[in-house]
């Protein structure tokens, strides 16, 4: 522990003791930090960065760390006080590096899947600033969060030198709760190729049960495709093991109400499948690999295995982050009309393949 540690952890020690209320206890769950003599206080949080009310005045420079300790939160215990003030990793929920200093106030940046709220302390250290890059989870100032993601692909024509773009959809709002609901189209195609425009598109409404390291939802919605009138009900189900921005495997499968393959036994039937795998390397870089086909029952029969980086541009996950994905593979893309007769070889389609460009964005607010 180094000296700056050592004198800020027995001011917030002797903080508390000082105003804690009297007969405080275990069994209350009191901690009352206010007033305390040497320890600064968040005092805003916002867009993934905290703020607090020390700054050149108290000998603060830009570049220095401070810690942040939920004491308020903390289980009261005379006894056994510094085990969750300062010296316990566990009880600093973040160290920040201040980029900003006045004379009576700081800022920086919350670290990823790090925590501060309005209120807590903070103590000068000399301890590296956070970053959870395998497991960053949520924080709790970045829950209510809305999310728009777009993951656009392109992949040239067969015909006519046209090009088509493969691309997911979803709005999202994540709920102070563990429930996420929004709207998705996915998997989607828009493209021209030797004067035809196709389009095809699985897209509706969603609600999913969302943690830090798992999610599971559900979607319904219908089927619509540019060659062809009839219009399916589909049903989407996804599946998350693993943080949102750090390691996880995401599984998404789509079923589609339409006829067996002998025009009987009407009912929901699987049609596609999307899967990636996702791997931080750093807080800001994540490497992904994803892939996914099928097309039993929605006029388009497709197969892709792309790959590459999803690059945090700007924030830490919560709002006012920006993620830019790029990468690149291979695949093809066979769009039909409904009126195919495949064994005269009167059909109308259009054939995309070659190698598949991804892009993108994902915006939080």
């Known amino acids: 522990m180094t000296h700056a540690?050592?004198?800020?952890?027995?001011?917030?020690?002797?903080?508390?003791?000082?105003?804690?209320?009297?007969?405080?206890?275990a069994q209350s769950g009191e901690c009352v930090c206010d007033l305390a003599p040497v320890m600064g206080k968040v005092s805003s949080v916002k867009n993934g960065r905290?703020?607090?009310?020390?700054?050149?005045?108290?000998?603060?420079?830009?570049?220095?760390?401070v810690g942040?300790?939920?004491?308020?939160?903390?289980?009261?215990?005379p006894d056994h006080l510094t085990a969750w003030i300062?010296?316990?990793?566990?009880?600093?929920?973040?160290?920040?590096?201040?980029?900003?200093?006045?004379e009576s106030s700081a800022s920086g940046e919350v670290g990823r899947g790090s925590a501060a709220h309005?209120?807590?302390?903070?103590?000068v250290t000399d301890r590296p600033a956070t970053h959870k890059v395998a497991f960053p989870g949520f924080s709790h100032q970045w829950l209510s969060v809305v999310d728009l993601s777009l993951r656009l692909r392109a992949i040239p024509g067969m015909s006519g030198g046209g090009v088509g773009f493969p691309f997911d959809l979803s709005i999202s709002y994540q709920t102070p709760w563990p429930l996420e609901m929004g709207i998705f189209s996915a998997p989607s195609f828009l493209g021209m190729d030797g004067g035809n425009v196709v389009g095809h598109a699985i897209m509706g409404g969603f609600v999913a049960y969302s943690t830090r390291f798992f999610e599971v939802g559900l979607g319904v919605g219908g089927h619509v495709d540019s060659l062809g009138p009839e219009r399916n009900l589909a049903v989407v189900q996804s599946t998350r093991l693993g943080a949102?921005?750090?390691?996880?495997?995401?599984?998404?499968?789509?079923?589609?109400?339409?006829?067996?393959?002998?025009?009987?036994?009407?009912?929901?039937h699987w049609d596609s499948v999307q899967a990636e795998i996702r791997i931080p390397v750093h807080w800001r870089v994540t490497l992904f690999v994803e892939g996914g086909g099928g097309g039993n029952f929605s006029n388009m029969l497709w197969?892709?295995?792309?790959?590459?980086?999803?690059?945090?541009?700007?924030?830490?996950?919560?709002?006012?982050?920006?993620?830019?994905?790029?990468?690149?593979?291979?695949?093809?893309?066979?769009?039909?009309?409904?009126?195919?007769?495949?064994?005269?070889g009167s059909c109308e389609d259009t054939f995309f393949a070659s190698v598949i460009a991804v892009t993108g964005l994902d915006i939080r607010f």
């Not at 905290?50 to 760390?65: K, P, Q, R, S």
């Not at 942040?68 to 215990?77: F, G, I, K, L, Y």
């Not at 996880?248 to 002998?262: E, K, P, R």
């Open 50 to 65: 905290v703020a607090i009310d020390l700054g050149t005045a108290h000998g603060l420079e830009v570049g220095d760390h």
């Open 244 to 268: 949102t921005d750090g390691l996880a495997l995401s599984l998404q499968n789509t079923f589609i109400l339409g006829f067996d393959t002998d025009g009987e036994g009407r009912g929901l």
């Open 68 to 77: 942040v300790v939920s004491c308020c939160d903390a289980p009261w215990h």
């Open 118 to 123: 309005k209120g807590d302390l903070v103590f």
């Open 303 to 344: 197969f892709r295995m792309t790959t590459g980086v999803n690059i945090m541009l700007r924030g830490k996950g919560g709002p006012g982050t920006i993620v830019l994905p790029l990468g690149i593979g291979g695949g093809f893309y066979e769009l039909w009309d409904d009126d195919c007769n495949w064994e005269t």
């Open 5 to 25: 540690d050592t004198r800020w952890t027995l001011g917030a020690v002797v903080a508390c003791a000082l105003v804690a209320p009297a007969g405080a206890s």
């Open 86 to 102: 300062c010296p316990d990793d566990k009880a600093v929920t973040a160290v920040v590096e201040l980029d900003e200093v006045g």
